[in-house]
Nanobody
Framework: VQLVESGGGLVQPGGSLRLSCAAS?????????MGWYRQAPGKERELVAT???????NYGDSVKGRFTISRDNAKNMVYLQMNDMRPEDTAVYYC????????????WGQGTQVTVSS
């Protein structure tokens, strides 16, 4: 599966942004576990959120209550709604996908830059 992220940009603290990830190259998108990760300069890549199907999700501690992951299986899309954003949310955000049962063979997007600054 190929992944392309979009929606990054500059936002002020307290603001909102929605990222999108478009998946292609599969007709079994609903069988993929989808996730968002981020990497800030000088830091390791960290989990932001994962969605297993239409209802099962988990979030990194730093974004719980502020970010929401969702998916549209009919459109092969995954979204990340980011609210109440903070300067520490500044990072390159990556979309990740792996087929159910195959976590050792993930696909990654190219990333999209998110900057939170006044």
């Amino acid at each position: 599966v190929q992944l392309v992220e979009s929606g990054g940009g500059l936002v002020q603290p307290g603001g909102s942004l929605r990222l999108s990830c478009a998946a292609s190259g599969t007709n079994r998108f609903s069988m993929y576990i989808m996730g968002w990760y981020r990497q800030a300069p000088g830091k390791e890549r960290e989990l932001v959120a994962t969605i297993y199907n239409s209802s099962a999700r988990n979030y990194g501690d730093s974004v719980k209550g502020r970010f929401t992951i969702s998916r549209d299986n009919a459109k092969n899309m995954v979204y990340l709604q980011m609210n109440d954003m903070r300067p520490e949310d500044t990072a390159v955000y990556y979309c990740k996908a792996y087929f159910l049962g195959r976590p050792d063979s993930p696909s990654w997007g190219q990333g999209t830059q998110v900057t939170v600054s006044s």
